[in-house]
T-cell receptor, first 111, second 117 residues
Framework: NAGVTQTPKFQVLKTGQSMTLQCAQDMNHNSMYWYRQDPGMGLRLIYYSASEGTTDKGEVPNGYNVSRLNKREFSLRLESAAPSQTSVYFC??????????FGPGTRLTVL | AQKITQTQPGMFVQEKEAVTLDCTYDTSDPSYGLFWYKQPSSGEMIFLIYQGSYDQQNATEGRYSLNFQKARKSANLVISASQLGDSAMYFCAMREGLVDTGNQFYFGTGTSLTVIP
């Protein structure tokens, strides 16, 4: 059981470039989430998906898109990266009690 | 208004002593869940403890307990017998709405705990 996996672990982009952060879970969880973590800000929810085929905006969705490809996978796309999107990105999935299990994070730097 | 407020940016505790990390929350939904997570310097997020809004008793998990005061909207984490490995960031979080219906989660800004030998 790998739990929640994220790729890549590190990424450096130039302003305006695009990229997709991948997340997969093997725990058969229904709900999946994308967060960003900035110093002094805690975790802020970008998007979430209650089930396959559904997605909803969180607190800070601007500049991002998501795809719930199937029950296992939930990807986050930056179409045109900006320096303000420099952050650590966490994916999470939830068991029926809504306890969230987190991936290891992706450290993204946008120059 | 902030959904989750953690007013202690940094805390120090002597090894083997108990420490309380404060958390207050704001919601008008009668159904919600409260969580504490630990984030060591390595960066991973580790689930510690959960309290549902309808739970009558305070949650406990080993050395962790959650002091749930519903009327005051507080959900403080108590760590007993602190260990050096407890040094980390601690985040309080809340889920609004019924369980397993795909709800938003809100996190506080965290408290950095340092355990002194």
């Amino acid at each position: 059981n790998a739990g929640v996996t994220q790729t890549p672990k590190f990424q450096v982009l130039k302003t305006g470039q695009s990229m997709t952060l991948q997340c997969a879970q093997d725990m058969n969880h229904n709900s999946m989430y994308w967060y960003r973590q900035d110093p002094g800000m805690g975790l802020r929810l970008i998007y979430y998906s209650a089930s396959e085929g559904t997605t909803d905006k969180g607190e800070v969705p601007n500049g991002y898109n998501v795809s719930r490809l199937n029950k296992r996978e939930f990807s986050l796309r930056l179409e045109s990266a900006a320096p303000s999107q420099t952050s650590v990105y966490f994916c999470a999935s939830t068991v029926f009690t809504d306890t969230q299990y987190f991936g290891p994070g992706t450290r993204l730097t946008v120059l | 208004a902030q959904k989750i407020t953690q007013t202690q940016p940094g805390m120090f505790v002597q090894e083997k002593e108990a420490v309380t990390l404060d958390c207050t929350y704001d919601t008008s939904d009668p159904s919600y869940g409260l969580f504490w997570y630990k984030q060591p310097s390595s960066g991973e997020m580790i689930f510690l403890i959960y309290q549902g809004s309808y739970d009558q008793q305070n949650a406990t998990e080993g050395r962790y307990s959650l002091n749930f005061q519903k009327a005051r909207k507080s959900a403080n984490l108590v760590i007993s017998a602190s260990q050096l490995g407890d040094s980390a960031m601690y985040f309080c979080a809340m889920r609004e709405g019924l369980v397993d219906t795909g709800n938003q989660f809100y996190f506080g800004t965290g408290t950095s705990l340092t355990v002194i030998p």
